[in-house]
């Protein structure tokens, strides 16, 4: 049987399943009798959760990307690509980088204030930033919360 016929295959899901973060000491797991253990089951409903950052323009100190700046408004994209380098940042975040990393998605609503705080700092100095390094601005929720958008209009 392909996998799209597959009753448990969550349609428009890069990843299946979540895979164990290794960050965690802990995980679920539904126990059968045959003593398989599965990986347990959830709604494939997108989530968003909010989070509050005090600055939202981070600097990598990374003696190959130097002087690079970028701003995320969001951890997670529904997009899904399953080659995408930045699943495992999910981690951090106490998720896996499976099926969590495209149906949690953390949103930071407060980026297009803080990011004019930023720009009208006393000592502020030009430089290039970089929009969304790590996920996709542009992702389908986007449509709806308009952060990118805003972001775009206060530069």
Same mark, same amino acid.
């Given at each position: 049987?392909?996998?799209?016929?597959?009753? #448990?295959?969550?349609? $428009?899901? $890069?990843?299946?399943?979540?895979? #164990?973060?290794?960050?965690?000491?802990?995980?679920?797991?539904?126990?059968?009798?045959? $003593?398989?253990?599965? !990986?347990?089951?959830? =709604?494939?409903?997108?989530?968003?959760?909010?989070?509050? !950052?005090?600055? %939202?323009?981070?600097?990598?100190?990374?003696?190959?990307?130097? =002087?690079?700046?970028?701003?995320? !408004?969001?951890?997670?994209? /529904?997009? $899904?690509?399953?080659?995408?380098?930045?699943?495992?940042?999910?981690?951090?975040?106490?998720?896996?980088?499976?099926?969590?990393? /495209?149906?949690? %998605?953390?949103?930071?609503?407060?980026?297009?204030?803080?990011?004019?705080?930023?720009?009208?700092?006393?000592?502020?100095?030009?430089?290039?930033?970089?929009?969304?390094?790590?996920?996709?601005?542009?992702? !389908?929720?986007?449509?709806?919360?308009?952060?990118?958008?805003?972001?775009?209009?206060?530069?």
């Amino acid at each position: 049987m392909a996998h799209q016929e597959n009753p #448990d295959f969550f349609k $428009g899901r $890069g990843a299946q399943v979540n895979t #164990d973060n290794k960050f965690l000491k802990r995980k679920y797991v539904l126990d059968h009798i045959e $003593g398989l253990d599965e !990986p347990l089951l959830e =709604n494939s409903a997108t989530q968003l959760f909010e989070e509050s !950052p005090k600055k %939202i323009v981070s600097q990598s100190n990374s003696p190959d990307l130097s =002087n690079m700046f970028s701003i995320n !408004p969001y951890q997670g994209c /529904e997009h $899904g690509c399953i080659y995408c380098y930045a699943r495992n940042s999910h981690e951090y975040y106490g998720f896996s980088a499976g099926l969590d990393f /495209e149906r949690k %998605i953390i949103v930071k609503r407060n980026a297009p204030e803080l990011l004019e705080r930023y720009l009208n700092r006393r000592n502020y100095q030009p430089v290039t930033i970089m929009l969304s390094g790590n996920t996709d601005c542009y992702q !389908p929720v986007e449509r709806r919360l308009k952060i990118t958008r805003g972001m775009l209009e206060i530069f």
